[in-house]
């Protein structure tokens, strides 16, 4: 028998932004912290937050536990919305407070050709992070919008000329 072959049809998603995420626990206590997630991010699928066009869960490995999942969006403003709105600001600010034991990273590409990741306590490379120079997420690297317009490079400054005053 023949394979069959397919392919998809993406012009109806002129802006699609597709985004792996990771959470992988980097001490036991990590466990707690990857578990309690599992339901409150099933809950905020189920809401079917606009935009959201398709949600499926990954297993990167058992041991350590690393496990993800991978989001089509309909385009970068629908998921940057959805990121700064409740419950996914809270989680965030209170992770960024305290990883709990584990590492997070993401990972964001777009229709368009950008591309923007960024990685939190993580303590073996991943993705873009294992063959890229990585840099700090801070500064005009902070922002995932900023991210993604640079496609990840920094803006090295000028070179220092003297000028005449």
Known sequence: MTAR???????AYPDLIVVYLGMRVNVLTGIKTL???GPKIASSVAA???GLLLHENIVYSLFPPHVGMRQYWRDFESLEHWTRAEPHRFWWTEFLKNTGGTGFWHELYSI???FESVYVEVQQPIGFLKFAKAL???GGL???????RRG????TPAPYQETEL
């Open 142 to 148: 902070f922002s995932a919008r900023e991210r993604l």
């Open 136 to 138: 700090p997420a801070k």
């Open 152 to 155: 990840g490079k920094a803006e």
């Open 5 to 11: 072959r397919l392919t998809v049809d993406l012009s």
């Open 112 to 114: 368009r050709g950008g």
């Open 35 to 37: 578990l309690g997630l």
């Open 48 to 50: 079917q937050p606009e």
